[in-house]
């Protein structure tokens, strides 16, 4: 089941254990079942903490890791390899006594929630977001025994799936009623079962001093913008809604120079190390609302929180371009999918679309082919915009259908999830239906500036129009990545905007007539 170098690593983190913990293990003849219950075998052999006990329950495959000291329980029903192993181990290990890295005030709020709260998240294991609300929910289950948490494989658990109608992942359901889907944070969760910890957070936010950098956004702009101002010896914060933004979805990663491969998730992990490396106020699950233009900047947030700072650096990124065409916001969950790879296993043996022929479109139908019956590739120009490289792939596979000139006009569903699509030819302007389980968007992307009303100049995209130095129209506000009107949206490109729009502001501030620090 696990390799020797596996091996090696997992008893070098279960050394870590300070307490016994108790696996409780229901299992079945079926090949899956045998497969957890090595792994069970394997996990229980490398620590002499841990003990192993077989027990009866409804669902066949069911491994609960359980500290005997408080009975909090933590559960995988399924084989939590892929990119749920991380949250194997951290379970073991925070039910073991192993620290938990959170704040001690985050603790104690998840400590004393009363009422019990039975979370169940669904998720894929080819899901690179799931993992990240898997390991939330498990980190309050570990310290609260009032709130228990089971990873359900839904590719393993398809009766339950398909009984709930989930269409995407994760999703997560409290005491039995829908309560999330995609990526929700552990702020986000605290904030909806304790309500009262909004308002305290925003006055603890209101409550912070002036900044001299404020970036708004996490993602890869925003992270090297916040290093650069902090090593300038700038009072520097970041407010983001979730660090890490887009890269976080991004699976594989082979054009950031010096690192040949990655994921995602990864790199937002060592982004965010980075970060704290420095004096960084990060101040994440927090949305902006509206910067206001005064003597210095004041940032609204939603939560009803508001900051001030001598100059704000922008860098909220973008989001996946919907089709604006009727039924999709109807089925969106519901078959509608952004995300290939976290959904795409809840379509197995099915016939799906994708909607786009660039290089993401493409990546996505190959990836799809490999899982799901037939794809569909719709796009609206006359050719495909993907690669050579990418479409000769494409071409070659045997159950990828490839439609050029076809514009989406309508998602068709039962009421309950998608049955299939409408589209126009645009060559003849004949209409077509196709019958399809689901449709994965892949048509670019759209920059996130809803929440700047006015002020700030913007093309007709909506996106910040910056100078070289990353400064917009208003002196002292600055821009970068993927929010900006920069010709190409990359990883790289957006971390050098960062950079260039940091050193921007500094620059801007040595110039203010006010000095940059006190005198003391």
């Known amino acids: 089941m696990l390799d020797i170098n596996l091996k090696k690593q997992l008893e070098a983190y279960l050394a870590n254990l300070t307490r016994p913990i108790e696996l409780h293990l229901s299992a079945d003849d079926s090949s899956k079942g045998i497969e957890l219950a090595n792994l069970a075998n394997e996990i229980t052999i490398l620590s002499n903490k841990i003990t192993l006990h077989r027990v009866e329950n409804d ?20 084989i939590p390899m892929g990119h749920e192993f991380t949250s194997l181990v951290l379970a073991l290990l925070h039910s073991g006594g192993h620290p938990i890295k959170l704040d001690a005030d985050v603790i104690d709020q998840i400590r004393t929630l009363e009422g019990s709260f039975k979370f169940e998240t669904f998720i894929s294991l080819s899901c690179q977001n799931c993992p990240d609300v898997v390991q939330a929910i498990n980190i309050m289950a570990a310290i609260n025994p009032n709130i228990t948490n089971v990873m359900i494989d839904g590719a393993l658990y398809q009766d339950e799936v398909n009984a709930r109608n989930i269409m995407a992942v994760p999703s997560v359901y409290l005491n039995g009623e829908v309560f999330s889907q995609g990526r929700i944070s552990l702020k986000d969760i605290l904030a909806r079962i304790d309500t009262d910890s909004v308002k305290k957070q925003a006055d603890k936010i209101s409550a912070k001093e002036e900044f001299d950098v404020l970036v708004v956004g996490g993602g890869p702009a925003g992270a090297s913008a916040a290093i650069y101002a902090a090593r300038k010896g700038l009072r520097t914060g970041i407010v983001a809604d979730k660090f890490g933004g887009q890269v976080s979805e ?10 040949k491969a990655t994921e995602g998730p990864k790199l937002v992990a060592n982004l965010e190390e980075h970060v704290k490396d420095y004096d960084v106020d990060i101040m994440d699950g927090q949305r902006a609302s509206r910067l206001i233009n005064g003597r210095n900047f004041q940032l609204e947030l939603e939560s009803g929180a508001q900051l001030s700072s001598k100059t704000v650096l922008i860098a909220t990124g973008a989001r996946w371009r919907e089709m604006n065409v009727p039924g999709e916001q109807e089925y969106r969950g519901k078959g509608v999918a952004y995300c290939p790879h976290c959904d795409g296993p809840l379509f197995k043996g099915k016939r799906v679309a994708v909607i786009g022929g660039g290089n993401s479109g493409i990546e996505a139908a190959i990836d799809l082919a490999g899982i799901v019956e037939h794809v569909t590739v719709l796009e609206f120009d006359s050719k495909l915009r993907a690669d050579e490289v990418l479409q000769t792939k494409a071409n070659s596979m045997g159950n990828i259908d490839i439609i050029t000139q076809a514009q989406t006009t309508e998602v068709v569903g039962d009421g309950a999830r998608v049955q299939g699509l409408n589209y126009t030819n645009r060559a003849t302007g004949e209409t077509h239906h196709i019958e399809l389980a689901g449709i994965f968007v892949q048509i670019g992307l759209v920059p996130n500036t809803e929440w700047i009303k006015d002020g700030i100049l913007m093309n007709s995209r909506g996106e910040i129009v910056v100078d070289n130095k990353g400064q917009t129209s208003i002196p002292g506000v600055f821009a970068a990545g993927d929010v900006t009107d920069s010709a190409y949206k990359q990883i790289i490109i957006a971390m050098g905007s960062g950079a260039n729009a940091s050193l921007g502001a500094f620059d801007y501030m040595i110039r203010l007539e006010e000095p940059l620090v006190d005198a003391a």
């Open 250 to 259: 991004t699976v594989g990663i082979e054009n950031f120079i010096s690192v």
């Open 59 to 78: 669902r066949r495959q069911l491994l609960t890791i359980v500290n005997p000291e408080n009975n909090s329980q933590i559960s995988f029903a399924g």
